[in-house]
């Protein structure tokens, strides 16, 4: 599949061109020439014609990539090699994350959508943090995108005073100036092109008509060579009006809205959703709350799991930091349990920096040893 999307089609008939064809094969079928049909095709190529602009924009994968293009360079390494070849690119539809609470959902997103304003310059980065404020969201974005630990800018004064032991107090201080040269970034503006947020404060809601409006309106403040992606943390607070009782009827109703904007619109969706009660056991897509509708409207679905992170009695998969003594780390299972844009289907290994709130990839050879430890 990604060497087809590797040879995108060059030309496609013109709107005149396509006009005459459909009345010449229906005046020899002996149907009659019908205006709706034309206009019908006209529309059908048309979207073939930006679906195929929007290939060559996007490189090989034929998606929005979380590596640098070819010719790209960059100072900071790619987080998530081995999850952007498992994507085959980050194509229009809707992406679900889903997992236990507090497992690292919203920092796994974050991380992404900084990668997509890393390596994609015609793509804009939309965020809508529903679960956590719109300050702590901001303070947690550039944390990790300074790659330094969230306290180095939320509460800077007591960092720098901690005691020292692996990291020095002059540590401290690198880091704190590190986290403020990239906040002033954001402040002025540099990225404001590429990367927006919103959340409840200042949309006044959670109801999927307000978030809507509030997508449809961003793609058309866009230009139209600009690829629009939507991030929501997370799924399970949209609020459908009449759907309020019932959580399961709520988030399928949310999954087929999602879906059906998604198409309309030939925009990429990235959201969190939270699990049903599942005792701690590696998590199923049935385990999702609206899962009879995410299995069809979804365009991929992973699922994440930590044996450290669900408190697992004897975890046997972690890791030890020099800087966190002896221990035990989370290590993140990331579970692709359905992608309709490539053929894979097994789980990846992140190391998580959870003070960071970033994550490091696992090379393929530990994570075959982490992958024989599941049962």
């Known amino acids: 599949m990604n060497a087809a999307l590797s040879e995108p089609v060059t030309s496609l008939p013109s709107p005149g061109k396509v006009r005459d064809l459909v009345a010449e094969s229906q005046a020899l079928s002996g149907i009659p020439v019908i205006p709706a049909q034309s206009a019908i ?208 009827a709520r988030t399928e109703e949310t999954a087929t809205r999602a879906g059906k904007l998604c198409d309309q619109l030939g925009i990429t969706m990235l959201g969190t959703a939270e699990l049903k009660k599942n005792n701690q056991r590696r998590p199923t897509l049935d385990d999702i709350f609206g899962s009879r509708k995410w299995k069809y409207k979804a365009r991929s679905v992973i699922l994440l799991y930590s044996e450290v992170g669900v408190q697992k009695p004897n975890p046997r998969i972690y890791y030890e930091r020099p800087d966190h003594g002896d221990e035990q780390c989370s290590v993140l299972e990331v579970h692709f349990v359905k992608s309709k844009g490539n053929e894979f289907k097994g789980r990846l290994f992140y190391r998580q920096l959870t003070d960071v709130g970033t994550m490091i990839e696992v090379p393929y050879d530990e994570a075959k040893a982490y992958a024989a430890l599941i049962s």
């Open 41 to 248: 095709a006209r529309g059908t190529y048309e979207r073939m014609r930006r679906s195929n602009e929007a290939r060559k924009r996007r490189g090989r994968f034929g998606g929005l990539t979380l590596c640098p293009l070819e010719g790209q360079t960059h100072a900071e390494p790619a987080r998530f090699f081995q999850m952007n070849n498992a994507w085959g690119g980050l194509d229009h539809g809707v992406h679900l994350v889903g997992g236990e609470t507090n497992l690292g959902k919203s920092s796994l997103i974050r991380c992404i959508a900084y990668d997509i304003i890393r390596f994609n310059p015609k793509a804009h980065v939309r965020f809508y943090t529903l679960d956590d404020a719109e300050d702590y969201f901001l303070d947690s974005f550039v944390a990790q995108a300074a790659n330094v630990p969230i306290n180095a800018i939320a509460k800077p004064e007591g960092f720098v005073n901690k005691p020292e032991g692996f990291y020095k107090k002059r540590d401290y201080e690198r880091m704190v100036e590190r986290g403020n040269a990239m906040y002033s970034r954001f402040l002025a503006g540099e990225f404001s092109e590429c990367f927006s947020f919103t959340g409840v404060a200042s949309l006044q809601s959670t109801e999927w008509p307000v978030i809507e409006a509030d997508i449809r309106r961003t793609r058309e403040q866009l230009p139209a060579d600009v690829e629009l992606v939507c991030c929501i943390d997370n799924f399970h607070d949209v609020e459908i009006p009449g759907r309020e009782g019932d959580i399961n």
